[in-house]
């Protein structure tokens, strides 16, 4: 059977690919297919680090028997932040129709416009949160400029997992009436926004500054775009902390790596 591979960030790096149709045999694992690209690619290793999987744009883990056709990403922990609550809880547009709330997007953010997504006239509170480059990166050596960031997203998946956050926040807090998260790709100078998030709710008590806070966060966890840090000398994906639970090995094993 065959299947299609995609690869991101450190991960397409060190194959020099970043999409494949691979066959393998009839009902193979996610492991079956870790084990082929080691024995393929030997600067592709999965034993020492942490590397999740998706198969048709859903969190999966190693013993996942793959089906004729299906789509698997393989990609680093996401850019998450270091700070803040990690949880457990895992529209094409044309110029007349209403914008899409969850969105990513290489062109320029604007705050008025993701604002304007959710405005309501039933909502007297909109919150709109704004993520933008800094021009400083901490590092072990200190701090170092940073000329640039560039985004890299697997597209289709991180807008379907940015509607889950939605979906999540309105279970969370039933009084909030529209969320729209829109996240750029490609590069993005140092001042510009690189994500936008707003929450409309009735009145400001109703959950909109808590909403956007816990949308934020769980972007950071489990939405699959990663950023890569470019200096004047030099660049590198960052890679944000191990999410345990979106771990290869099955719920209840200690995480392996990947392929043995």
Request: overall charge negative; charged content about 25%; glycine content about 8%.
């Amino acid at each position: 059977m065959e299947v299609t591979v995609k690869l991101f960030a450190t991960l397409r790096q060190q194959a020099g690919w970043s999409e494949r149709r691979i066959d393998l045999p009839t009902e193979a694992t996610l492991q079956d297919l870790l084990s082929r690209l080691e024995e393929e690619h030997e600067n592709l290793t999965f034993a020492d680090r942490p590397v999740y999987a998706a198969v048709n744009q859903e969190y999966a883990h190693l013993d996942r028997i793959l089906a004729p056709g299906d789509e698997v990403a393989l990609f680093p922990p996401v850019s998450g932040g270091t700070g803040g609550e990690r949880e457990s809880v895992l529209e094409e547009v044309s110029s007349q129709a209403a914008p899409k709330l969850y969105e990513i997007t290489d062109r320029p953010l604007s705050l008025d416009e993701v604002a304007a997504r959710v405005s309501r006239v039933s909502c007297g509170a909109v919150v709109v949160f704004s993520g933008t480059v800094r021009g400083e990166t901490a590092t072990e050596a200190g701090a170092r400029n940073t000329d640039f960031l560039v985004y890299e997203a697997y597209v289709e998946m991180a807008e379907r997992m940015l509607a889950q956050i939605g979906d999540e926040i309105k279970a969370r807090w039933p009084k909030v009436e529209a969320v729209s998260i829109m996240h750029r790709i490609g590069r993005c100078e140092v001042g510009e926004p690189s994500v936008v998030i707003a929450v409309a709710t009735p009145h400001r008590g109703d959950g909109c500054f808590e909403a956007c806070r816990y949308a934020i966060e769980r972007l950071k966890a489990i939405v699959p775009i990663w950023k890569q840090e470019n200096w004047s000398d030099g660049q590198v994906w960052v890679e944000g902390p191990r999410q345990p639970e979106l771990d290869l090995s099955p719920p209840g094993q200690e995480h392996g790596g990947g392929a043995d």
